[in-house]
């Protein structure tokens, strides 16, 4: 016998979801975590190579153009001589001369006490007269053999840079302007996305090319680069909410540092849309997941519900059948052991009865005792044979096609069920209409059918109603008609009432079948069986046996 | 009312006796076997209208006893008794060609008419022969009336 609950199978279905999710989903999402990290540090480590490569490239260029500016001077110094650059006609030559090729903007030639003896540029009447004896960047030529400024912002509002270079006897220098636009030039072709930045700084942190950000100088946090070594380095730093990725390498000879940024979310951005897509797929085939899951247990469980069901069906079956022929050999057993006492004792009574007529009612004392009492006797044998018949009837299993009348047999029935309907407070009416003929029937089948009818009838009450049985007949056909005033069949299922194994009852309460089987017998029986029914209005089933199909049947039993 | 033959068959012999003496009390020549074979050999000696018979019995049982019943003197009715779960054996009988059957303890009144419609079917099947008989011969006359 199964009684499992519907809460089982619905702990059966959790369990069976919860299971199969975590095997499926924890694997994908530490896959795809793992994948995500991977891929960010991947992205990172690209991205930290490209920006060192390019510190490192430019600051080769800077250096290459600021080594080839002081040889151009150092060249110039060998070549000529003091002797021949003071002379302001021979300096002019070389400026032109030079001036087209290189960022030169002007050159000027210093004697020994930072006085101009010649001078090369636009700028002579600004700059001939001027006195660097005092100025530190004088002394500090003539002391180590050269110097080169920081940029700045000269008379014409362009950056550029002072490259000073003494003789080898520190006797006299040479001073040149040099143009510091080529760095700016250099250094916008490095910035890296739509905010990535790359500047020079001095020492100090003062910007000696245009940031991009345009700013002035450096961030309290960019000041931590201020670290002046020997090739490229790699730095991460946040300011506030945003994180950005520095190269610095040092140019100019550690004089200054030339510094790529890189914006770290900007450029991530991408590597988070990525992820977005990734996460999209990894959501969405988590979803087919989860939803597959849901479909295959629910399909699984709702099988292993239906087979469950069909399981207590068989075991019930054949329970009711061991139980059903061991009452029937009980009761024929029993039938046996008292018919036969019975009707000795009927037939002796009936003998005494016969010879008390012989005799003369007033030559016998108790004349109306005998006669009394034999009656009594007959009166309680046939009460006696009225049980045993009924036992009889109803251990009877037979098979076979009988004469009966549809009348007789409802009466039968709603006899069986008298105390079922007195418990359920049901009323039972039965109305037979005109003639109804006798049919030849396989009677036990169709009293299993009325009782299956009249069965779901009372489960569908529950409590006070009616049930109306009402027979009619034509020509043609017996007109079997139960209503019940019970709630009706929704219309979703009207059309799976007659299906096997389809009951609205739990597990191992209904088997599902007594409608099945019902359709089954009539349908056997050539006749036909109906429903109809409107919720709160109650059920109406019909059953038709077709007279036609029973004359055939019935002569072969009269032969 | 005209007064007919019956044997009955039981194995029940208080039963038997009783049955006996009481359809005897109703101007019946009524006679009694015990078993089955008995009662065949009565059929073949004697000539009865209607034979009362009881399904279950110890050896020959009735079923057996009707089909040789029927074999014997097909005219003869027999009304069967079952005493028990054998009623499949009761319409096994009717099947057979048995009249009726009853089921014991029975009322008698109704086992009385049953026997008298049983010999009454018997009596109208006999009168009907004689009838064909005598319109066979009166469409075929014997030779002897040229």
């Known amino acids: 016998m199964n009684n499992k609950e519907p809460e089982y199978y619905r702990a059966l279905k959790l369990k069976l979801i919860v299971i199969t999710l975590i095997v499926a989903l924890v694997p994908l999402a530490i896959l795809s975590w793992r994948a995500s990290l991977n891929y960010q540090r991947q992205y990172k480590e690209n991205i930290t190579s490209e920006i060192q490569r390019i510190a490192r490239n430019r600051s080769d260029v800077i250096n290459f153009f600021l080594e080839e500016q002081r040889s151009l001077i150092s060249i110039i110094i060998k070549l000529y001589g003091f002797q021949h650059l003071k002379e302001q006609k021979n300096l002019d030559v070389i400026f032109s001369a030079v001036q087209k090729k290189t960022a030169l903007v002007d050159i000027g030639v210093l004697n020994e006490r930072g006085k101009h003896e010649a001078y090369a540029g636009p700028y002579k009447n600004i700059v001939f007269d001027k006195n660097y004896y005092e100025e530190k960047w004088f002394k500090e030529v003539m002391f180590n053999g050269s110097y080169t400024s920081d940029v700045y912002l000269g008379y014409r509002n362009v950056p550029h840079f002072v490259v000073a270079m003494a003789d080898q006897d520190r006797e006299w220098a040479i001073r040149a302007t040099i143009d510091s636009e080529i760095f700016n030039s250099l250094l916008k072709s490095s910035w890296i996305g739509e905010s990535g930045d790359a500047f020079i700084v001095n020492s100090s942190g003062v910007m000696q090319t245009r940031p991009r950000s345009g700013n002035s100088g450096l961030t309290a946090e960019e000041k931590a680069l201020l670290f002046f070594h020997e090739g490229t380095r790699v730095k991460e730093i946040t300011a506030g909410s945003r994180t950005y990725l520095y190269a610095t390498s040092t140019v100019n000879n550690s004089q200054w540092l030339l510094i790529v940024k890189f914006d770290m979310d900007k450029a991530l951005a991408s590597f988070f849309e990525a992820r977005r897509v990734e996460r999209w797929i990894a959501f969405i085939s988590s979803l087919v997941i989860v939803s597959c899951t849901l479909l295959i247990v629910n399909f699984l469980v709702n099988k292993i519900e239906l087979s469950d069901r069909i399981k207590a069906t068989y075991d019930e079956q054949m329970l009711q059948t061991d139980k059903m022929a061991a009452i029937g050999q009980l009761a024929a057993g029993v039938a046996h052991e008292v018919n036969n006492p019975l009707a000795v004792i009927n037939e002796k009574a009936g003998w005494m009865q016969d010879l008390l007529t012989e005799e003369d009612p007033s030559g016998i004392k108790n004349y109306p005792e005998y006669e009394d009492a034999v009656k009594k006797i007959q009166l309680h044998v046939e009460r006696a044979r009225k049980i045993t018949h009924r036992l009889l009837g109803y251990s009877r299993q037979v098979r076979e096609v009988k004469v009966i009348n549809i009348v007789d047999l409802v009466k039968e029935t709603s006899l069986f069920l008298e105390k079922e309907l007195l418990y359920h407070k049901i009323k039972l009416t039965t109305e037979f209409h005109g003639y109804i003929p006798a049919i030849a029937i396989n009677s036990s089948e169709i009293q299993q059918v009325f009782l299956n009818i009249m069965n779901n009838s009372i489960d569908a009450i529950g409590t006070d109603g009616t049930i109306r049985i009402s027979v009619s007949s034509d020509s043609e056909q017996i007109v079997i008609n139960f209503s019940d005033t019970g709630p009706g069949i929704p219309a979703d299922v009207i059309n799976k009432i007659f299906d096997p194994f389809f009951t609205t009852k739990k597990v191992g309460k209904g088997t599902g079948l007594g409608l099945s089987v019902s359709y089954n017998i009539i349908k056997k029986m050539g006749g036909d069986i109906k429903v109809q029914s409107k919720p709160g209005e109650g059920t109406v089933f019909t059953i038709l046996l077709s007279l036609k199909q029973y004359r055939s049947a019935m002569n072969l039993i009269k032969n | ?146």
């Open chain 2, 1 to 146: 009312m005209e007064d007919f033959r019956v044997l009955v068959v039981d194995d029940e012999k208080e039963f038997l006796e009783t049955i006996v003496k009481r359809l005897k009390k109703r101007n019946l020549y009524v006679e009694g076997a015990e078993n089955g074979e008995n009662a065949v050999e009565m059929i073949k000696k004697g000539s009865f209208d209607v034979v009362l018979l009881d399904v279950k019995m110890p050896g020959m049982d009735g079923v057996d006893t009707l089909r040789e019943i029927k074999k014997l003197k097909p005219l003869t009715e027999v009304v069967m008794l079952t005493g028990h779960a054998s009623v499949e054996s009761g319409i096994e009988g009717m099947k057979l060609g048995a009249f009726d059957y009853l089921m014991k303890p029975m009322d008698f009144d109704q086992l009385f008419e049953k026997l008298k419609d049983a010999f009454e079917k018997k009596h109208l099947q006999e009168l009907k022969i004689e009838e064909a008989r005598v319109k066979h011969t009166m469409m075929y006359p014997p030779r002897g009336w040229d």
